[in-house]
């Protein structure tokens, strides 16, 4: 007995396995019991099978290591429902085992073996071919088994929890980061576009997913990013196709923003194939979007079935939620510089002919003067006001005035020379401004201008089916020189009084 006693001691403090400290027990009850086979089984109640996972077999009968039986029909099952310990006339007990008859089974013995005091692990069995008296030190020895062999179990069990909780905490602190990574990232990401490369490619190194391919998902441009795979546009756009509802309702942030699958899972089947990824496994589409269209997406193929994992759907929502406001910001960024854009473009040219304004035109005049006095340039500045605009205006309305002042400044722009300006100064007013070829033929030049200026203004308007006959402006040039004085209200000034001059004259010579 101190020997037994020896030996399990041995076995328990030898032991870093199950199976390490189960194979000298099971070696230890075929001496103490003498019967053919000696194995240790588990139960799983819930699939009805029991399987041999160790045994120790030196006569006739041998249990194989793996084997299953249904668990309802077992010897072990109908021994522990009567609490019989040990029989040596197996046939005598249960002559109605089929199993028992086949394999020939005199004696038979089973202890049950419990984890956490009351769920059925397995049992510690013995059988044999021939009847057995077993010594009477047999049952205290392998009751001492079973308490070592739960032990182990129970510490394994435990072990392998920890190690389960440690992987969790470990896979959810990565989560956490690659969440928090990419959400650094979109804060200061340039483009919509980069930044779905980038964040297919972080996807792709953290090892979650089997392969990650970024795609563009507006209408009418949809396709991979990067390099070409038609393949895998042809499967986003199944997954679009078979889900338009879902696509439609991503432009609310509120909504999942992936989509999955039919239940047809063919032609994902193949598409796996061709990347040599087998057969069995998940894809999903990561949709990202603003509050007016959807706008690129993430095609992401898994081993493993992402729709059924609250966990994994929730991570990739939050990193479509998070390009899917860098797509909103990107956008109101966009407007903003479209409105100030707009704004500027407002303050600095007249809504009605689309001409730089009177603010605008002071600056570009301020400007050209300066570069002028630099350069030793002269400038020639008109001043342009329409005689006969008010009875326009009194007669055919303020529609066919509007009208005309549009048509009479898109004449002006359309003689306009490359660096040339015209303005509208305000009202009935107009300005243009042009540098001199010529300062020595400068009258010249202002002849030639007032020419042009006035050949393109007058003449007849056909206005909404109204036609006005103009006779044309009063115009008048200066040329500032030089030395003048650099200050544009003092040189429209100039430009006003010669215009005054040739309004007077006009009205002289009718």
């Known amino acids: 007995m101190d020997q037994l006693l020896e030996r399990l001691a041995r076995s328990n403090t030898d032991s870093a396995s199950l199976e390490s400290l189960t194979r000298p027990l099971l070696d230890l009850g075929q001496q103490v019991t003498g019967m053919d086979s000696v194995y240790l089984t588990a139960i799983d109640e819930t699939e009805g099978l029991q399987k041999i996972i160790y045994s120790r077999n030196t006569g006739a009968l041998q ?171 042809r499967l986003a756009a199944l997954l679009i196709k078979a889900s338009p509802d879902a696509l439609d309702g991503m432009v609310y942030h509120g909504h999942e923003h992936l989509i999955f699958p039919p239940d047809d899972l063919d032609w994902i089947k193949a598409y796996r194939r061709q990347l040599d990824l087998g057969e069995h496994g998940d894809a999903a589409l990561l949709v990202v979007s603003t509050e007016e269209a959807v706008e690129a997406g993430l095609l992401i193929l898994s081993g493993h079935e992402i729709s059924r994992d609250p966990d994994e759907r929730q991570l990739l929502n939050t990193i479509a939620n998070s390009l899917s406001l860098l797509a909103s910001r990107l956008l109101d960024h966009e ?85 040339d300006l015209i303005a509208r100064y305000g009202g009935d007013e107009f300005v243009f401004v042009g540098k001199s070829e010529n300062a020595d033929n400068a009258s010249a030049e202002r002849d030639a201008i007032s020419k042009r200026l006035r050949d393109a203004s007058s003449g007849h308007y056909e206005l909404d089916g109204i036609r006005i006959d103009y006779a044309g402006p009063s115009l008048g040039i200066i040329t500032w020189q030089p030395g003048d004085m650099v200050d544009a209200d003092i040189t429209l000034a100039r430009a006003d009084e010669a215009m005054y001059a040739d309004k007077q004259a006009r009205r002289t010579g009718r």
Request: proline share 4%.
């Open 335 to 419: 407007r903003l510089e479209a409105a100030n854009t707009e704004l500027h473009y407002s303050a600095l040219h007249d809504a009605l002919t689309g001409l730089p304004n009177r603010r605008s035109l002071i600056e570009e005049l301020e400007r050209m003067l300066a570069r002028a006095e630099r350069s030793k340039e002269a400038v020639h500045v008109a001043f342009i006001d329409l005689d006969g605009f008010k009875a326009i205006n009194d007669h055919h309305g303020h529609d066919v005035g509007d009208a005309f002042l549009r048509e009479f400044g898109e004449r002006l722009r359309e003689v306009c020379r490359q660096g």
């Open 63 to 233: 249990m194989q290591e793996g084997m299953e039986v249904p668990w309802q029909d077992t010897l072990c099952r109908r021994a522990l429902d009567e609490g019989r310990f040990f029989t040596e006339d197996v046939p005598a007990c249960w002559g109605d085992s089929n199993a028992a008859r086949e394999l020939g089974i005199k004696s038979y013995l089973t202890l049950p073996i419990h984890v956490g005091k009351t769920k059925l692990f397995g049992t510690l069995c013995a059988a044999s071919t021939h009847p057995v008296e077993l010594p009477e030190n047999a049952r205290s020895v392998l009751s001492l088994c079973v308490e070592l062999i739960a032990n182990q179990i129970e510490r394994e069990l435990s072990l392998r929890e920890s190690v389960r909780h440690v992987t969790e905490a470990q896979k959810r602190l990565a989560r956490m980061t690659l969440v928090a990574d990419i959400s650094r990232y979109c804060l200061n990401a340039p483009s919509i576009e980069e930044s779905v490369l980038a964040v297919a490619e972080r996807l792709t190194q953290t090892g979650f997913w089997e392969k990650v391919v970024p795609m563009r998902l507006r209408e009418g441009r949809r396709g991979p990013l990067g390099e070409r795979d038609p393949d895998a546009a």
